[in-house]
């Protein structure tokens, strides 16, 4: 970020439920992406809460015969114990009912009425309860909420409302002049094709009348606050906006708005508008994740109520108490790219834990460890310069130092990962490759001794470089490696330097591996028939196919994966969209008639395989360079993937 401090947000999330994985995953990212910064040394600040007025909140309590206030009091325990036990660092837990943020939204509101951006009106149409939100009979999908599908119903009201259509051109422009404020950029195309429309101005009351839960407005104490004007003024008021000005210039504007997609037009239509009637900087970047999926829809409590234990798909959640919270904080981090939706399963979590954390960093630090316990009782040697035979683990490492960093600046998370994983296999490749057994046996214990340290250097670099998504573990593998206590929180300075150890220290005994393996029950398969064996008949030799090609034919061509970076339609072309792709280091464009099987937005992250040294041609205007592969059978067609993270421009063949 250019911006000096970095401050991220997340929604601030209604408390007449509990939390679940969306409330999660947003929340983990932002504590990763702060806990990051500061590694990097930047100066950071994490806002979090929960959002306390509406119409829900009211109907809540008075099922549970509460007032109001008591069930928040009771439910926002629930947060709060949540983000303890998956170690939320937030700076500040905000309350919409606590006295500092109505106090902040009255004057808003009031400085807008004075200043007759606020107006009075009747209002006829038709309102989401769930959603508490009005609609036009246009909006209306089926007669029902666009949103959540649920019934709606039609009301004739006054309210006030705030003229957030007088800033619909400015929006558009302001959009258009700044590509970082809502991404990624499928998420800003789409504001941008809401914003076609004619922008209506924004109901901001409910009379107390129909609901009693909310702040009052300053100007008519007949009526409240709809809860999405006060809701979005918290990532102002919590960081002092009209109470701490020092504090607020230090903070705003927000580096990131973390959302989810399905909150995407309150936070770049809504919300922008408002600081711009506000005269107030808009947020830096506006960035809109996916969703977890399982068997292809949105996870949700409602989609779990109705079945069985067995139909019943896995609940992230409950890997918590399976299988630790560092896991699932990994897992989250690494296996999403963020922006794209991604299928959640317990299977896909197993296989990733096993083979990252398992086999690939727990046998690194097993290996470690225990080699020098045996040979050097536990005292780690001292160091020397890396020479040839170290020269790709320390290169590896540095990789990994620089992909993290970029992760973390540019919210490319499981990329960086995915190198610190890279470095943790040339870590093993380099242990089988020195055979440090041998040496043993050959007594060259000096020489074990410098294969050992340097294992344990390129430990120390992975440790600091996954402690913002594994905190515990990290320190725990920290520790094991004999950093100090006061050293133990790693920075990003020391993680670009080797040989940063202390010889001579004396390491903690590996009780337990640090990332055990997770062992899968396999059903036993089914009695089979035995079939009398049949004679095998002598081998026939296989006809041959016509058009074929010998292996200098296949080594002409350059197939390399590429990560699509964008998507989008060629106009007046209905099977053809342009694709954007990195290629390592490249960045090329793609024209393929892939339309009719993948919708833009679905693209962005995948990991596909391309022929890169096919000539350039012209389709419809626009050069394309490249050709993806895909499989395709009658009308499916499936383009080619790995079913292993690769980086980009990996050779395929």
């Not at 890997?319 to 981090?333: E, F, H, N, T």
């Not at 096919?614 to 205007?621: A, F, Q, Y």
Request: charged fraction near 25%.
């Amino acid at each position: 970020m250019s911006k000096q401090n970095f401050y991220v947000t997340t929604p601030i999330y209604y408390v007449n439920d509990k939390p679940h994985i969306g409330h999660s995953y947003t929340t983990i990212l932002a504590d990763v992406l702060a806990r990051g910064h500061r590694l990097l040394g930047v100066d950071s600040f994490f806002l979090t809460g929960t959002d306390e007025h509406g119409l829900k909140v009211q109907q809540a309590a008075q099922k549970l015969n509460r007032s109001p206030i008591e069930h928040c009091d009771e439910t926002v325990k629930r947060f709060q114990e949540l983000w303890a036990k998956l170690g939320i660092t937030y700076d500040y837990f905000i309350r919409t009912t606590e006295e500092r943020h109505k106090k902040v939204v009255q004057e808003i509101l009031q400085d807008l009425y004075d200043r007759d951006l606020i107006y009075a009106a009747n209002y006829e149409g038709w309102y989401c309860v769930p959603c508490e939100r009005f609609f036009t009979e246009k909006d209306l999908v089926d007669g029902k909420c666009p949103d959540c599908q649920r019934a709606v119903e039609s009301l004739v009201e006054k309210n006030y409302f705030f003229k957030m259509s007088q800033y619909q051109q400015r929006l558009i422009d302001y959009i258009n002049e700044h590509p970082d404020f809502i991404q990624p950029s499928h998420r800003r195309q789409e504001t941008l094709g809401f914003l076609q429309k004619p922008l209506g101005d924004l109901c901001i009351s409910r009379p107390k009348a129909r609901l009693a839960w909310g702040i009052d407005l300053p100007f008519d104490k007949d009526y409240v606050t709809y809860v999405w004007f006060d809701a979005l003024v918290n990532y102002i008021s919590g960081v002092g906006y009209r109470t701490d000005e020092a504090n607020f210039r230090r903070w705003w504007p927000a580096s990131y708005h973390l959302i989810g997609k399905d909150i995407l037009t309150t936070h770049t239509v809504y919300w922008p508008c408002m600081l711009m009637a506000l005269e107030l900087e808009l947020p830096k970047t506006v960035f809109a994740h996916g969703w977890w999926l399982t068997q292809g829809a949105k996870m949700s409590k409602t989609a779990m109520q109705g079945q069985t234990a067995q139909e019943r798909p896995s609940n992230p959640m409950d890997m918590i108490d399976k299988y630790g919270v560092d896991a699932l904080r990994y897992y989250l981090m690494s296996a999403m790219s963020l922006g794209q939706d991604t299928e959640f399963s317990e299977e896909a979590f197993i296989l990733k834990f096993n083979s990252e954390l398992a086999n690939d960093l727990g046998n690194l630090c097993s290996r470690t460890v225990k080699m020098l316990e045996k040979n050097f009782d536990s005292v780690l040697p001292p160091a020397n310069e890396p020479g040839a035979d170290e020269a790709a683990l320390v290169a590896a490492c540095q990789n990994a130092v620089a992909a993290m960093r970029c992760g973390i600046e540019h919210m490319q998370l499981d990329r960086g990962i995915a190198e610190v994983i890279a470095a943790v296999r040339e870590g093993n490749r380099y242990f089988d490759a020195q055979k440090p057994w041998i040496l043993v046996k050959e007594g060259k214990l000096e020489q074990l001794g410098s294969v050992l340290r340097h294992t344990a250097e390129c430990l120390r670099i992975v440790s600091g470089l996954l402690y913002p998504v594994m905190p515990e573990k990290m320190l725990q593998l920290r520790r094991q490696l004999g950093v100090e206590e006061k050293k133990l929180v790693p920075n990003m300075d020391k993680l670009s330097q080797w040989n940063c150890l202390t010889a001579g220290v004396k390491l903690p005994c590996l009780e337990a591996p640090i990332f055990p393996r997770i062992e899968v029950k396999k059903e036993k398969p089914a009695a089979q028939v035995r079939e009398k064996p049949q004679k095998a008949s002598a081998p026939q030799p296989a006809a041959i196919a016509p058009n074929v090609i010998g292996i200098e034919d296949f080594a002409k061509l350059n197939l390399r994966t590429a990560e699509v970076i964008s998507a989008e339609r060629v106009p007046e072309a209905d099977k053809l969209l342009c694709l954007q792709v990195r290629i390592g280091d490249e960045e090329r464009q793609i024209v393929a008639g892939i339309a009719e099987f993948y919708k833009p937005e679905e693209l962005p992250g995948k990991l596909i395989v391309i022929v890169a040294n096919l000539k350039p041609r012209e389709l419809r205007g626009l050069v394309s360079q490249g050709m993806l592969l895909a499989a395709k059978q009658g009308k499916k067609l499936s383009l080619i993937t790995c079913d292993q993270p690769f980086v980009s421009g990996a050779s395929v063949g």
